[in-house]
């Protein structure tokens, strides 16, 4: 643990970032909260689209068990309704629980898999469950963390500049 | 590496939020910026209920039962629980983009619309999503510069995009949204109820004490029966017709916004795509439903500018984990769940019956 976070603190001294990607909401399904599965072209280098996709599919699998109408989600319901909500000055929702599971799985995620590739995934959560974002960081020095590729294409792009032509 | 301890005010995300709210409580305590009406409010439910303790429910609890003023103690602080729940929580506002995220869309609406020439007006900004068979339309907001996710909609008084929007009450001081739209039906089903209530065991009172003492004794006796029937008597015709429409919109699964701009209802237009088409199911999930917690993290920490020591604090949690972006301004250090207002409820002792009047906001 104290080496992958050795590796995160690295990354942000060595690295640059490049640009961010954002995934937006898929809306398809009503208003619960899904994220696009559709794979950015700006992480064609750098990372496999069958992880990336994976990574999003849990994600989406999280927030759809938060989300999830049904027995036990009406029990609390009328649980702390019957309490006139005081109950939740005690304990968490269900909603809250798995937030944080989502929190250690994006954290888990981007020691092992996004951070070597120099990427970072933002828990949405801190987007306002708008989108997820992606920053992509370039190496400037070639003994930073493991990265795939040290220059990618979208190194000509500064930061806020955006990948207008990358897309 | 020695810590400096310096006795430095923290500084939380909520003192920087934009749009309209007052936050009280260090952050705990969220409502809109005009909180006139919720006092007057506050005080006619305390005023009314105290009088009716005081007066009437002592000879009540004699005369026929005491278990009288314990039902009403029991609607009182009920209703009181759920009004205080709906002002002071977060109805659900959508934070704004930040300024990557803004530029990012904005690349993305260009790209789709192509560059409009000097001086046109731009084309309204819209994206077609297909919910359930049914397209839905998304609009851009210009103030927070995002897409408005399906059902929410930008508050004029609070500035901001509130998700599932269904109308800003003056009454409670705050918008009414899908976080506290379940409270807010409870309180107008409650304050409901506690009107009837008292407006009947009021009229009881002054009949069986007119019988004893004739009726211009009585209401010269308790004064404050006259005040207490009048307030109830105008207040029985507006909350429970509220609580009635309101009980309509539930279980339909519609929105006060959505009804009053008859997003559902017309020969052309789409059938609602949230509605499960029964009623039980619609009345469990606006009710019952799972509650997502505030994204807004009010109490979380900025991080200080300067180079001294941020005094310890037990809100963060890994924030070292997270880099912070050097080009862009965000700030990523607090990593801590975004609180719900499970803030100290104070319970002022207060009853009034109050007609909770809707002020639909229109979308910008």
Request: aromatic share 10%.
């Amino acid at each position: 643990m104290a080496t992958e976070v050795h590796n995160l603190q690295e990354l942000r001294r060595s690295a640059s970032l490049a640009t961010k990607v954002f995934i937006q909401r898929d809306y398809s399904d009503g208003t619960i909260c899904q994220f696009q599965t559709k794979f950015p072209p700006e992480l064609d280098s750098r990372i496999e689209r069958q992880l990336f996709e994976e990574t999003v599919k849990t994600l989406n699998g999280f927030y759809a068990e938060a989300e999830k109408i049904g027995g036990s989600s009406y029990l609390e319901g009328c649980l702390a309704c019957a309490t006139a909500y005081f109950i939740f000055l005690c304990t968490e929702t269900h909603y809250e629980k798995v937030l944080k599971k989502i929190s250690r799985y994006i954290q888990e995620q981007n020691e092992k898999v996004f951070a070597p590739r120099g990427l970072l995934l933002t828990d949405p959560v801190e987007r306002g469950m708008r989108v997820i974002e992606i920053a992509i960081y370039e190496d400037r020095c070639s003994s930073g963390s493991s990265s795939s590729g040290s220059s990618s294409g979208s190194g000509s792009s500064s930061a806020g500049g955006g990948g207008a032509g990358a897309r | 590496m020695s810590v400096m301890v310096v006795r430095k005010k923290v500084t939380r995300k909520w003192e920087k939020l934009p749009g309209r709210n007052t936050f009280c409580c260090d952050g705990r305590v969220m409502m809109a910026r005009q909180k006139g009406i919720f006092y007057l409010t506050l005080f006619l439910i305390l005023g009314t209920c105290t009088l009716f303790f005081a007066f009437e429910c002592r000879y009540l609890a004699v005369q026929l039962s005491p278990a009288i003023p314990v039902f009403a103690a029991m609607l009182f602080l009920f209703s009181m629980a759920t009004l205080l729940r709906t002002s002071f929580s977060d109805p659900g506002v959508i934070p704004r983009a930040l300024p990557d995220e803004a530029a990012f869309i904005e690349m993305e609406i260009e790209a789709t619309n192509g560059a409009v020439p000097q001086g046109q007006r731009p084309p309204p900004r819209i994206k077609n999503f297909q919910i359930n068979n049914q397209i839905v339309k998304l609009k851009y907001c210009y103030t927070c510069k995002i897409f408005r996710p399906p059902r929410a909609s930008h508050c004029s008084i609070c500035d901001n995009c509130v998700e599932r929007f269904d109308h800003h009450c003056p009454w409670v001081g705050n918008c009414v949204g899908k976080r506290n739209y379940r409270y807010f039906y409870l309180f107008i089903l409650s304050l409901s109820l506690l009107t009837i209530y008292v407006f009947a065991f009021n009229i009881v009172y002054v009949a069986l004490k007119s019988l004893k003492i004739g009726f211009l004794e009585t209401l010269k006796e308790t004064p404050g029966t006259v005040l207490e029937v009048l307030i109830c008597f105008f207040t029985l015709w507006s909350v429970v017709g509220l609580t009635g429409f309101h009980t309509f919109l539930v279980a339909l699964n519609q929105t006060t916004n959505e009804d009053i701009k008859g997003s559902w209802t017309g020969k052309n237009r789409v059938q609602n795509p949230y509605s499960h088409g029964n009623i039980v199911k619609n009345c469990c999930e606006v009710l019952c439903g799972p509650l997502p917690p505030s994204v807004l993290d009010r109490r979380g920490i900025l991080p200080l500018e300067e180079n001294g020591s941020r005094p310890p604090s037990t809100q963060e949690t890994s924030s070292s984990l997270l880099p912070q972006s050097p080009a862009s301004t965000e700030h990523l250090n607090s990593n801590e769940m975004p609180e719900d207002s499970s803030a100290p409820e104070e319970m002022p002792p207060p009853e009034p019956p109050e007609p909770p009047q809707e002020t639909p906001e229109a979308e910008k």
